[in-house]
């Protein structure tokens, strides 16, 4: 359906039996889950799909290491049988990939070795290959790059990778097929609670964000799945529940940055299981570049696009040089992207510091039955979506039916087609489409390349089907090029304008979107 008579339609509908507010991994997650047991859903994102923290992830799919090395052993096994779930259920989106953990001290190889055994034996049936020792040679040869002076070896373990944002896009589509509406750049300002004759729902205002208009619609259930922003949406939501809602998340960021291939060509990660400040590093292979990442730092604003700090920035070049055979610097930097963690704060944790925070995710039903969920991470999000669906079965705001089929429910484009498999450490291509590419190659400008394998069809596509509507949607996240390259998503910005302009025949700003590449690379 277009966007224009989707606007129309949408308050037209009579009272949703579910409204989601937010349109990243989790909100998708729980539209996509109400869609295919067989609720009326209607899906509102006040930016782009995956604009906000999912896709500015490490892009792993993964029971989570260090969590391991914490003991939260139930919070490793749901997330490796998830881990397994997106894997099959978004092939061409998402692949094992192989990590290596260098040793450059005679107990890393053991100590870290047996760590990884436990994960594999963790995995049980869901695990991805085997954990393997590896001696000095082999460790270079899997590692091409890594520092060589002092290398013993080194741990191989298995986890896995995916494109954050179109695993967003194809959660987006699969909930649409399912039945579900879903509309970007419609922004939640406020949620009322209405009992009519017994019976409550809740009413909520909405602005498209592309035209200014404004409408309500009705809901009987509200998920607030906001990320880092669910305080804001509470505190909108009138009555508020016994004095001021008590503030969820605490935020923390994350910077990773990208480098070009031949600092560490071959098709296996680095993980740096301890850095100077006693976190993890990872090298990763992702679109035909290296992503370098990440850091951990409590801030106390929620900017839609947070900055580096410059000590996170000398933290990743000076920790990867340690862990390359070559210095990086700032120059050889083609993209920097930062995303904020929507830790969630236990009340007992009030020292400021993120470990003490939740890395698992919450949900809290408010006396005035808005369902808040956040907190957790992308790998687990369909999990997260069935605790939200029994969350709100449980508060009797809506009808209990049997679970859905989102473990089996293969996403839109996971079907046969006929392509080559290629690996997602490779640079973006046709593949990324899945059996969606038959669908891409009847529009026109196939053969019209605009830059990093992207061609005129597949951004008429990604106006017509994947609801891209501005230059950032279909440089940043249809395409990945601003996470890979900032300079040249930049250099390609105006053709692609010029395709959304005639597709559209509205404002894709161009302005806005050069202005954002400048910020994805380093300032000075
Ligand atoms: C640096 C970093 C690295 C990470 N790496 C990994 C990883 O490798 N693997 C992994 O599994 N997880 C990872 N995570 C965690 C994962 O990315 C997040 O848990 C997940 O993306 C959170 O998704 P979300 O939908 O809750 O939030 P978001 O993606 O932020 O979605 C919330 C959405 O709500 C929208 N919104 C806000 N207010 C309104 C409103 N009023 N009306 C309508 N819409 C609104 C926002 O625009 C936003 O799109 C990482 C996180 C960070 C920060």
Redesign the pocket.
Known sequence: MKRAELLESLPRHGVYDLAV???????LGVALDAALRGFSVVL????DF?????S???????GGVRYLAQGNLALVREALAERATVLRVAPHLAQPLPFVMPSYRWWQTPFYGLGLKLYDLLAGGAGLGRTEFLNRQQAMEALPGVNPEGLRGGVKYWDGQFD?ARLALALARSAEAAGARVLNY????AVRQVTDAGTRAATLDVTDRRTGASFKLSARCVVN?????VD??RDRTQPAAAGEPSHMVSPS??V?VVVDRDFMPGGHALLVPRTRDGRVLFAVPWLGKLVL??TDTPRKDLPREPDAFAEELEFILAEAGQALSRPVRRADIRSLWV????LVAAPASADGGTQALSREHTIVVDPNGLVTV?G?????YRAMAEDVLERCFASELLPRRPSGSSASHRLLGAGMSGLPTTPLHAAPGVHLYGAEWAEVQKCQGLGNLLGMGLSEAMVRYAARTEFAQTVEDVLARRWRVLFLDAREAARMAPAVAAILGEELGNDPDLAGFLALCQRYLPSG
């Open positions: 507010v937010g349109g990243g991994a989790t909100g509102l994102e006040s930016h995956a604009g906000g923290t999912s500015r992830s490490t892009k792993l799919l993964h954050d419609a922004e939640v300002t799945a906001t990320g880092v922003w804001a949406l960021q994350g990773h990442g990440t995303g904020l963690r929507p956040t957790g991470k992308w790998t687990t």
